[in-house]
């Protein structure tokens, strides 16, 4: 099982970031897909989840309205749009799948800031 993520960036608040997670070693479509974040001193959170379907996305209460999961099956990757950036939205963002494996990917960081 493997993750890798890539996207993220310094951004100013009220901006934009697409990122992106590639997954492999184990079958993409049938899983269920989640973002999670860490933020410096802070436990990682779930962040987003999207059903192996795509037709059914869960979110956290912070990020509803602004972050998106999606996901494309026939490219075995799960995106998040974040729009409205805050600077509490910063964090390093990973993505994992269910059941989660603890493969986890080298994340990447995104940084709101102005």
């Known amino acids: 099982v493997q993750f890798v993520e890539s996207g993220g960036g310094l951004v100013q608040p009220g901006g934009s970031l697409r990122l992106s997670c590639a997954a492999s070693?184990?079958?993409?479509?049938?899983?269920?897909m989640m973002w999670y974040r860490q933020a410096p001193g802070k436990e990682r959170e779930l962040v987003a989840q999207?059903?192996?379907?795509?037709?059914?996305?869960v979110y956290r209460d912070s990020v509803k309205g602004r972050f998106t999961i999606t996901r494309d099956n026939a490219k075995n990757t799960v995106y998040l749009q974040m729009n409205s950036l805050k600077p509490e939205d910063t964090a390093v963002y990973y993505c994992?799948?269910?059941?989660?494996?603890?493969?986890w990917g080298q994340g990447t960081q995104v940084s709101v800031s102005s």
């Open positions: 999207i059903s192996h379907s795509g037709g059914t996305t």
């Open positions: 994992n799948r269910a059941p989660i494996s603890t493969n």
């Open positions: 070693g184990f079958t993409f479509s049938s899983s269920f």
